[in-house]
């Protein structure tokens, strides 16, 4: 059974760090391209950024580059997402995906549909 565990959410005051966690299992997880959506209350699920298989190609959308940076360790079967000089705007559940490519896909990235998803952890930025 696939199972994908995220950790790590919790409130930062606003110029503040977290660093995400999600911990894969029941998967290959390292042969496909993972991810991390985020959904604010009230808003629609939002992709944020993915990364390759081997860690190698990533993608931000604009709105986080230089401020978040996706990672993952294929043989702790586990997946990052350090997040730094949050904002109020970061506010939301954060959840951890996998894709069902095992290829990089490039700009397509952006709107590939996951086929694994997880509970999600909930960050709360405060001004």
């Known amino acids: 059974q696939v199972q994908l565990v995220e950790s790590g959410g919790g409130l930062v005051q606003a110029g503040g760090s977290l660093r995400l966690s999600c911990a894969a299992s029941g998967h290959s997880f390292g042969l496909y391209v993972m991810g991390w959506f985020r959904q604010a209350l009230g808003k629609e699920r939002e992709f944020v950024t993915a990364?390759?298989?081997?860690?190698?190609?990533?993608y931000y959308i604009d709105s986080v580059k230089g401020r978040f940076t996706i990672s993952r360790d294929n043989a702790k079967n586990t997946l990052y997402l350090q997040m730094s000089n949050l904002g109020p705007e970061d506010t939301a559940a954060y959840y951890c995906?996998?894709?069902?490519?095992?290829?990089?896909?490039?700009?397509?990235?952006?709107?590939?549909?996951?086929?694994?998803w997880g509970q999600g952890t909930q960050v709360t930025v405060s001004s």
């Open positions: 995906t996998v894709y069902p490519e095992a290829f990089w896909p490039g700009l397509q990235i952006r709107s590939a549909r996951p086929n694994y």
């Open positions: 990364i390759s298989p081997g860690g190698g190609l990533t």
